[in-house]
Protein backbone atom coordinates (compact mmCIF):
# COMPACT_ATOMS: atom_id res chain seq x y z
CA UNK A 1 0.00 0.00 0.00
CA UNK A 2 1.77 3.50 -0.99
CA UNK A 3 -0.36 6.88 -0.73
CA UNK A 4 -0.14 10.36 0.26
CA UNK A 5 -2.80 11.44 2.86
CA UNK A 6 -3.03 15.63 2.81
CA UNK A 7 -6.39 17.25 3.15
CA UNK A 8 -8.00 20.28 4.02
CA UNK A 9 -10.66 21.25 5.69
CA UNK A 10 -12.61 24.19 6.93
CA UNK A 11 -13.64 24.00 10.87
CA UNK A 12 -17.07 22.62 10.51
CA UNK A 13 -20.51 23.34 13.14
CA UNK A 14 -23.31 20.67 11.89
CA UNK A 15 -26.56 21.13 13.95
CA UNK A 16 -29.68 22.49 14.12
CA UNK A 17 -27.89 25.08 17.32
CA UNK A 18 -24.75 25.84 14.81
CA UNK A 19 -26.08 29.23 13.76
CA UNK A 20 -26.06 30.45 17.70
CA UNK A 21 -22.11 30.25 16.84
CA UNK A 22 -22.21 32.92 13.63
CA UNK A 23 -21.23 35.48 15.90
CA UNK A 24 -18.89 33.95 18.08
CA UNK A 25 -16.73 32.43 14.73
CA UNK A 26 -16.61 35.94 13.04
CA UNK A 27 -15.02 37.13 16.24
CA UNK A 28 -12.54 34.47 16.64
CA UNK A 29 -11.37 35.84 12.82
CA UNK A 30 -10.99 39.47 14.26
CA UNK A 31 -14.05 40.24 12.46
CA UNK A 32 -14.97 44.24 12.84
CA UNK A 33 -16.38 44.91 9.30
CA UNK A 34 -18.45 42.20 7.84
CA UNK A 35 -19.80 42.14 3.45
CA UNK A 36 -22.53 40.06 4.13
CA UNK A 37 -24.15 37.68 1.09
CA UNK A 38 -27.39 35.93 0.98
CA UNK A 39 -29.39 35.71 -1.93
CA UNK A 40 -33.45 36.50 -2.48
CA UNK A 41 -34.11 32.67 -0.70
CA UNK A 42 -32.39 33.26 2.46
CA UNK A 43 -33.32 36.51 3.35
CA UNK A 44 -35.43 36.04 6.32
CA UNK A 45 -32.83 33.75 8.36
CA UNK A 46 -29.93 36.31 6.77
CA UNK A 47 -31.75 39.39 8.59
CA UNK A 48 -31.94 37.81 11.45
CA UNK A 49 -28.16 36.81 11.37
CA UNK A 50 -27.46 40.84 9.96
CA UNK A 51 -29.70 41.94 13.32
CA UNK A 52 -27.36 40.06 15.38
CA UNK A 53 -23.88 41.04 14.30
CA UNK A 54 -25.29 44.80 14.10
CA UNK A 55 -23.04 47.60 12.83
CA UNK A 56 -20.22 44.90 11.84
CA UNK A 57 -22.19 44.39 8.73
CA UNK A 58 -21.04 46.96 6.55
CA UNK A 59 -21.58 46.10 3.34
CA UNK A 60 -25.00 43.87 2.68
CA UNK A 61 -25.38 41.90 -1.10
CA UNK A 62 -28.69 40.21 -1.27
CA UNK A 63 -28.68 39.29 -4.52
CA UNK A 64 -26.28 36.81 -6.29
CA UNK A 65 -24.98 35.54 -9.74
CA UNK A 66 -24.37 32.31 -10.73
CA UNK A 67 -20.66 31.17 -12.22
CA UNK A 68 -19.95 34.61 -10.78
CA UNK A 69 -19.24 37.36 -13.40
CA UNK A 70 -16.70 39.43 -13.16
CA UNK A 71 -18.85 42.19 -14.15
CA UNK A 72 -21.15 41.47 -11.80
CA UNK A 73 -18.16 40.83 -8.45
CA UNK A 74 -15.93 43.52 -9.72
CA UNK A 75 -18.03 46.76 -8.49
CA UNK A 76 -19.08 44.84 -5.40
CA UNK A 77 -15.13 44.20 -4.11
CA UNK A 78 -14.00 47.57 -5.23
CA UNK A 79 -16.57 49.04 -2.56
CA UNK A 80 -15.32 46.47 -0.14
CA UNK A 81 -11.96 47.74 -0.49
CA UNK A 82 -13.07 51.18 0.01
CA UNK A 83 -15.23 50.41 3.13
CA UNK A 84 -12.23 48.52 4.70
CA UNK A 85 -13.92 44.90 4.90
CA UNK A 86 -12.02 42.53 6.87
CA UNK A 87 -13.87 38.95 6.95
CA UNK A 88 -16.84 38.10 4.29
CA UNK A 89 -20.16 36.21 5.87
CA UNK A 90 -21.64 34.18 3.36
CA UNK A 91 -25.17 32.38 3.28
CA UNK A 92 -26.90 30.41 0.63
CA UNK A 93 -26.27 28.03 -2.05
CA UNK A 94 -22.66 27.73 -4.49
CA UNK A 95 -23.70 31.13 -5.90
CA UNK A 96 -23.59 33.18 -2.40
CA UNK A 97 -20.24 31.54 -1.78
CA UNK A 98 -18.92 31.64 -5.16
CA UNK A 99 -18.91 35.40 -4.60
CA UNK A 100 -17.53 34.88 -0.99
CA UNK A 101 -14.65 33.07 -2.18
CA UNK A 102 -13.81 35.48 -5.23
CA UNK A 103 -13.93 38.58 -2.32
CA UNK A 104 -11.47 35.75 -0.41
CA UNK A 105 -9.22 35.84 -3.27
CA UNK A 106 -9.18 39.38 -4.40
CA UNK A 107 -8.97 41.14 -1.09
CA UNK A 108 -7.53 38.32 0.88
CA UNK A 109 -9.72 37.77 3.41
CA UNK A 110 -11.53 35.35 5.96
CA UNK A 111 -14.52 33.34 4.63
CA UNK A 112 -17.31 31.82 7.07
CA UNK A 113 -19.83 29.77 4.81
CA UNK A 114 -23.56 28.91 5.65
CA UNK A 115 -24.62 26.62 3.08
CA UNK A 116 -28.26 25.97 2.00
CA UNK A 117 -27.77 24.04 -0.96
CA UNK A 118 -25.55 20.52 -1.72
CA UNK A 119 -23.82 21.95 -3.63
CA UNK A 120 -20.44 21.54 -1.90
CA UNK A 121 -18.60 24.52 -2.59
CA UNK A 122 -18.33 25.65 0.77
CA UNK A 123 -15.82 22.81 1.49
CA UNK A 124 -13.29 23.37 -1.31
CA UNK A 125 -10.39 25.45 -1.72
CA UNK A 126 -11.78 25.86 -5.89
CA UNK A 127 -13.12 28.96 -6.94
CA UNK A 128 -14.94 30.24 -9.94
CA UNK A 129 -16.05 32.81 -12.18
CA UNK A 130 -17.03 33.70 -15.16
CA UNK A 131 -14.75 35.74 -17.91
CA UNK A 132 -15.69 36.84 -21.60
CA UNK A 133 -18.53 33.72 -21.12
CA UNK A 134 -15.96 31.38 -20.56
CA UNK A 135 -15.70 29.61 -16.67
CA UNK A 136 -12.83 29.76 -15.08
CA UNK A 137 -11.99 27.92 -12.01
CA UNK A 138 -8.89 28.05 -9.60
CA UNK A 139 -7.40 26.69 -6.38
CA UNK A 140 -6.42 28.79 -3.87
CA UNK A 141 -5.99 27.77 -0.24
CA UNK A 142 -7.10 32.01 0.70
CA UNK A 143 -11.18 30.35 -0.37
CA UNK A 144 -11.11 27.82 1.98
CA UNK A 145 -13.94 28.62 4.45
CA UNK A 146 -12.22 29.45 7.70
CA UNK A 147 -15.67 28.03 9.19
CA UNK A 148 -18.98 26.93 7.67
CA UNK A 149 -21.85 26.27 9.53
CA UNK A 150 -24.31 23.79 8.26
CA UNK A 151 -28.26 24.04 10.07
CA UNK A 152 -30.28 21.03 8.63
CA UNK A 153 -32.93 23.35 8.76
CA UNK A 154 -31.81 25.93 6.03
CA UNK A 155 -32.90 23.51 3.73
CA UNK A 156 -36.45 22.33 4.41
CA UNK A 157 -37.25 25.30 2.13
CA UNK A 158 -35.49 23.70 -0.77
CA UNK A 159 -37.87 23.23 -3.72
CA UNK A 160 -37.91 19.08 -4.49
CA UNK A 161 -36.42 20.20 -7.75
CA UNK A 162 -33.46 22.33 -6.44
CA UNK A 163 -33.57 18.72 -3.89
CA UNK A 164 -32.99 16.28 -6.44
CA UNK A 165 -30.65 17.88 -8.52
CA UNK A 166 -28.50 19.40 -5.92
CA UNK A 167 -28.11 16.13 -4.51
CA UNK A 168 -26.91 14.74 -7.53
CA UNK A 169 -24.48 17.41 -8.14
CA UNK A 170 -23.15 16.60 -4.66
CA UNK A 171 -22.53 12.70 -5.82
CA UNK A 172 -21.03 13.62 -9.08
CA UNK A 173 -18.12 15.45 -6.90
CA UNK A 174 -17.56 12.34 -4.79
CA UNK A 175 -18.07 9.82 -7.91
CA UNK A 176 -15.50 11.85 -10.05
CA UNK A 177 -13.33 12.03 -6.69
CA UNK A 178 -13.33 8.08 -6.57
CA UNK A 179 -10.95 7.72 -9.93
CA UNK A 180 -9.08 10.87 -8.99
CA UNK A 181 -5.37 10.31 -9.33
CA UNK A 182 -3.08 9.89 -5.77
CA UNK A 183 -6.85 9.77 -4.00
CA UNK A 184 -6.36 9.85 -0.40
CA UNK A 185 -7.76 6.43 1.60
CA UNK A 186 -9.61 8.49 3.54
CA UNK A 187 -11.16 10.85 1.01
CA UNK A 188 -12.30 7.64 -0.80
CA UNK A 189 -14.28 6.52 2.22
CA UNK A 190 -15.88 9.66 2.33
CA UNK A 191 -16.71 9.75 -1.22
CA UNK A 192 -18.15 6.33 -1.10
CA UNK A 193 -19.95 7.08 2.23
CA UNK A 194 -21.17 10.57 0.88
CA UNK A 195 -22.60 8.74 -1.91
CA UNK A 196 -24.21 6.44 -0.39
CA UNK A 197 -25.91 8.73 2.39
CA UNK A 198 -27.14 11.37 -0.30
CA UNK A 199 -28.59 8.17 -2.47
CA UNK A 200 -30.70 6.92 0.69
CA UNK A 201 -31.81 10.55 1.24
CA UNK A 202 -32.67 11.27 -2.08
CA UNK A 203 -34.93 8.35 -1.95
CA UNK A 204 -36.16 9.42 1.04
CA UNK A 205 -37.06 13.18 0.24
CA UNK A 206 -38.28 12.34 -3.05
CA UNK A 207 -41.31 10.14 -1.24
CA UNK A 208 -41.44 13.07 1.55
CA UNK A 209 -40.20 16.26 1.20
CA UNK A 210 -40.80 17.45 4.83
CA UNK A 211 -38.43 14.39 5.99
CA UNK A 212 -36.39 16.05 8.87
CA UNK A 213 -34.04 13.23 9.10
CA UNK A 214 -33.52 13.00 5.55
CA UNK A 215 -32.76 16.80 5.29
CA UNK A 216 -30.01 16.07 8.12
CA UNK A 217 -28.91 13.28 6.11
CA UNK A 218 -28.78 14.77 3.25
CA UNK A 219 -26.63 17.82 4.64
CA UNK A 220 -23.71 15.16 6.22
CA UNK A 221 -23.79 13.54 2.72
CA UNK A 222 -23.21 16.96 0.95
CA UNK A 223 -20.17 17.76 3.50
CA UNK A 224 -18.75 14.80 2.69
CA UNK A 225 -19.17 14.84 -1.06
CA UNK A 226 -18.11 18.41 -0.90
CA UNK A 227 -14.38 17.03 1.16
CA UNK A 228 -14.30 14.60 -1.86
CA UNK A 229 -14.37 17.32 -4.18
CA UNK A 230 -11.96 19.86 -2.37
CA UNK A 231 -9.36 16.93 -1.88
CA UNK A 232 -8.95 15.65 -5.44
CA UNK A 233 -9.01 16.33 -8.80
CA UNK A 234 -12.26 15.97 -11.06
CA UNK A 235 -12.26 14.52 -14.20
CA UNK A 236 -14.82 14.79 -17.51
CA UNK A 237 -17.84 15.05 -15.48
CA UNK A 238 -16.69 18.56 -14.46
CA UNK A 239 -14.88 19.58 -17.30
CA UNK A 240 -18.08 18.94 -19.62
CA UNK A 241 -20.19 20.66 -16.83
CA UNK A 242 -17.53 23.98 -16.94
CA UNK A 243 -17.37 24.26 -20.53
CA UNK A 244 -21.66 23.83 -20.60
CA UNK A 245 -22.05 26.63 -17.93
CA UNK A 246 -19.73 28.82 -19.52
CA UNK A 247 -20.59 28.68 -23.09
CA UNK A 248 -24.62 28.26 -22.22
CA UNK A 249 -25.10 29.17 -18.97
CA UNK A 250 -26.62 25.88 -18.17
CA UNK A 251 -28.31 26.13 -14.79
CA UNK A 252 -25.66 24.27 -12.55
CA UNK A 253 -27.34 21.42 -10.41
CA UNK A 254 -29.60 20.09 -13.09
CA UNK A 255 -26.56 20.07 -15.84
CA UNK A 256 -24.31 18.04 -13.18
CA UNK A 257 -27.56 16.26 -12.62
CA UNK A 258 -28.23 15.32 -16.59
CA UNK A 259 -24.37 14.58 -17.55
CA UNK A 260 -23.20 11.95 -14.58
CA UNK A 261 -24.46 9.28 -16.21
CA UNK A 262 -23.06 9.81 -19.33
CA UNK A 263 -19.50 10.91 -18.13
CA UNK A 264 -19.21 7.72 -16.24
CA UNK A 265 -20.49 5.55 -18.84
CA UNK A 266 -17.25 7.14 -20.51
CA UNK A 267 -15.31 6.15 -17.56
CA UNK A 268 -16.20 3.03 -16.15
CA UNK A 269 -14.56 0.85 -18.76
CA UNK A 270 -11.42 2.17 -17.51
CA UNK A 271 -11.95 2.99 -13.54
CA UNK A 272 -14.10 -0.57 -13.10
CA UNK A 273 -12.72 -0.91 -9.42
CA UNK A 274 -13.54 2.27 -8.36
CA UNK A 275 -17.43 2.67 -10.21
CA UNK A 276 -18.21 -1.09 -9.16
CA UNK A 277 -18.48 0.14 -5.38
CA UNK A 278 -20.71 3.00 -7.10
CA UNK A 279 -22.63 0.40 -8.38
CA UNK A 280 -22.65 -1.82 -5.59
CA UNK A 281 -23.84 0.88 -3.08
CA UNK A 282 -26.70 1.59 -5.43
CA UNK A 283 -27.81 -2.26 -5.80
CA UNK A 284 -27.16 -1.63 -9.83
CA UNK A 285 -25.57 -3.69 -12.12
CA UNK A 286 -23.44 -0.63 -12.92
CA UNK A 287 -22.50 2.28 -12.26
CA UNK A 288 -23.94 4.74 -15.22
CA UNK A 289 -27.05 2.95 -14.88
CA UNK A 290 -27.34 2.57 -11.57
CA UNK A 291 -27.23 6.97 -11.19
CA UNK A 292 -29.47 7.16 -14.16
CA UNK A 293 -31.66 4.91 -12.35
CA UNK A 294 -31.45 7.33 -9.46
CA UNK A 295 -31.98 10.62 -10.96
CA UNK A 296 -35.27 8.75 -12.63
CA UNK A 297 -36.62 7.53 -9.75
CA UNK A 298 -36.06 10.89 -7.59
CA UNK A 299 -37.12 13.19 -10.55
CA UNK A 300 -34.05 15.04 -11.09
CA UNK A 301 -33.00 16.00 -14.65
CA UNK A 302 -31.58 13.23 -16.95
CA UNK A 303 -31.51 14.95 -20.44
CA UNK A 304 -29.39 18.39 -21.38
CA UNK A 305 -31.82 18.81 -24.18
CA UNK A 306 -34.68 19.38 -21.84
CA UNK A 307 -31.91 22.27 -20.20
CA UNK A 308 -32.79 23.78 -24.00
CA UNK A 309 -28.90 22.51 -24.99
CA UNK A 310 -29.05 21.54 -28.69
CA UNK A 311 -27.28 18.20 -29.41
CA UNK A 312 -26.52 19.50 -32.66
CA UNK A 313 -23.81 21.84 -30.54
CA UNK A 314 -21.94 18.65 -29.44
CA UNK A 315 -18.97 19.12 -31.53
CA UNK A 316 -18.42 22.56 -30.80
CA UNK A 317 -17.83 21.51 -27.28
CA UNK A 318 -15.93 18.81 -27.69
CA UNK A 319 -13.56 21.00 -29.77
CA UNK A 320 -13.82 23.62 -27.03
CA UNK A 321 -12.93 20.60 -24.66
CA UNK A 322 -10.13 19.23 -26.67
CA UNK A 323 -8.00 22.63 -26.14
CA UNK A 324 -7.79 22.47 -22.37
CA UNK A 325 -5.83 19.50 -20.44
CA UNK A 326 -7.74 16.46 -18.76
CA UNK A 327 -7.28 14.90 -15.32
CA UNK A 328 -9.55 11.61 -15.98
CA UNK A 329 -8.87 8.08 -16.42
CA UNK A 330 -9.64 7.65 -20.08
CA UNK A 331 -7.56 10.03 -22.39
CA UNK A 332 -9.70 12.58 -24.36
CA UNK A 333 -11.46 10.32 -27.46
CA UNK A 334 -12.99 13.37 -29.87
CA UNK A 335 -15.90 11.11 -31.50
CA UNK A 336 -16.99 9.66 -27.83
CA UNK A 337 -17.00 12.81 -26.63
CA UNK A 338 -19.66 14.30 -29.04
CA UNK A 339 -21.43 10.60 -28.51
CA UNK A 340 -21.45 11.09 -24.71
CA UNK A 341 -22.81 14.82 -25.19
CA UNK A 342 -25.72 13.80 -27.62
CA UNK A 343 -26.59 11.01 -25.47
CA UNK A 344 -26.92 13.49 -22.99
CA UNK A 345 -29.15 16.05 -24.63
CA UNK A 346 -31.46 12.65 -25.47
CA UNK A 347 -31.34 11.98 -21.54
CA UNK A 348 -32.17 8.34 -22.95
CA UNK A 349 -30.50 5.35 -20.64
CA UNK A 350 -26.84 5.02 -20.78
CA UNK A 351 -26.75 1.80 -21.84
CA UNK A 352 -25.66 2.03 -25.99
CA UNK A 353 -22.51 -0.22 -26.15
CA UNK A 354 -21.17 1.61 -29.09
CA UNK A 355 -19.01 3.54 -26.55
P1 LIG B 1 -27.38 28.52 -6.36
O1 LIG B 1 -26.56 28.99 -5.25
O2 LIG B 1 -27.47 29.39 -7.55
O3 LIG B 1 -28.83 28.21 -5.78
C1 LIG B 1 -29.85 27.69 -6.65
C2 LIG B 1 -31.19 28.30 -6.26
O4 LIG B 1 -31.57 27.80 -4.99
C3 LIG B 1 -31.15 29.82 -6.12
O5 LIG B 1 -32.33 30.36 -6.67
C4 LIG B 1 -31.14 30.03 -4.61
O6 LIG B 1 -31.71 31.27 -4.22
C5 LIG B 1 -32.00 28.87 -4.17
N1 LIG B 1 -31.80 28.46 -2.79
C6 LIG B 1 -30.64 28.26 -2.15
N2 LIG B 1 -30.85 27.81 -0.92
C7 LIG B 1 -32.18 27.73 -0.75
C8 LIG B 1 -33.02 27.29 0.31
N3 LIG B 1 -32.54 26.80 1.43
N4 LIG B 1 -34.38 27.34 0.11
C9 LIG B 1 -34.90 27.78 -1.06
N5 LIG B 1 -34.15 28.16 -2.10
C10 LIG B 1 -32.81 28.14 -1.96
O7 LIG B 1 -26.94 27.07 -6.92
P2 LIG B 1 -26.05 25.91 -6.32
O8 LIG B 1 -26.38 24.75 -7.15
O9 LIG B 1 -26.15 25.80 -4.87
O10 LIG B 1 -24.57 26.39 -6.65
C11 LIG B 1 -24.13 26.52 -7.98
C12 LIG B 1 -22.86 27.37 -8.07
O11 LIG B 1 -21.89 26.85 -7.16
C13 LIG B 1 -22.25 27.32 -9.44
O12 LIG B 1 -21.76 28.58 -9.79
C14 LIG B 1 -21.10 26.34 -9.27
O13 LIG B 1 -20.08 26.53 -10.18
C15 LIG B 1 -20.68 26.60 -7.86
N6 LIG B 1 -19.99 25.47 -7.21
C16 LIG B 1 -18.70 25.66 -6.85
C17 LIG B 1 -18.00 24.64 -6.22
C18 LIG B 1 -16.59 24.87 -5.79
O14 LIG B 1 -16.00 24.02 -5.12
N7 LIG B 1 -16.00 25.99 -6.13
C19 LIG B 1 -18.65 23.43 -5.94
C20 LIG B 1 -19.98 23.28 -6.32
C21 LIG B 1 -20.67 24.32 -6.94
Redesign the pocket.
Known amino acids: MEFIHETHTPRVIFGEHSLSSVKAELELLGATSITFIS????QAVAQKISAELGEKVNQEITQ?A???PDEFSEPIISTAAELGINAILAI???????LG?IMALELNLPLVVIP??????EM?P???RTRNKE?I?GVDRKVLPKTVLYAPQ??H???LS?TVN?GM?AIA?AVEALYAPQLSPLVELAALKGIEVMAQGLRKIANSLDDHSAREDLFYGAMLC?FA??NSKMGIHHKICHTL?GMYNLP??QMHSAVLPYAVKYNEGVARIQMSKVAEILGAENASQGLWDLSTAIGAETSLGKLNFPATESAKVADFMSSYPLVNPRAFDYEIVVKLLQAASSGSRPDDESW
Open positions: DENTVMHVGGGSSTGKTTYAGSTIWGKTLTTLPISNHGLGGHA
